[in-house]
């Protein structure tokens, strides 16, 4: 029996459900000026995905930096929900 994929999409699964309180944390707390942060960690994640040797674990490090990137994203759509007032805006943010 193959566990890989069961593994990795666990583990992408975890990610995932990591992130989306992430962004929204980091968006509180940070405002959206933190977006350099997440792109360091893709490109961190990335490169480390390239250089391991082990299938499973260079495929969950590529995730994490996918999901990095997508954070970025996230984060700007985060704004927008905060200046919609559907989130609270917090002490990152310039009054």
């Known amino acids: 029996m193959n566990f890989i994929g069961i593994i990795v999409g666990l ?3 975890l990610i995932i459900g990591l992130f989306h309180p992430l962004v929204i944390k980091a968006e509180y707390y940070l405002g959206s000026k933190c977006w350099w942060m997440f792109l360091l960690a893709g ?3 990335g490169a480390l995905s390239v ?4 299938l ?7 995730v994490t930096s996918f999901s990095s990137f997508w954070s970025i994203y996230e984060l700007m759509q985060q704004k927008e ?14 009054k």
Do not use: C, Q, Y
């Open 11 to 13: 583990a992408t699964f």
């Open 43 to 45: 490109i961190l994640f």
């Open 51 to 54: 250089m391991i040797d082990n």
């Open 56 to 62: 499973i674990a260079s495929t969950i490090l590529g």
């Open 81 to 94: 929900r905060v200046r919609k007032g559907w989130f609270p805006e917090g002490p990152g943010h310039n």
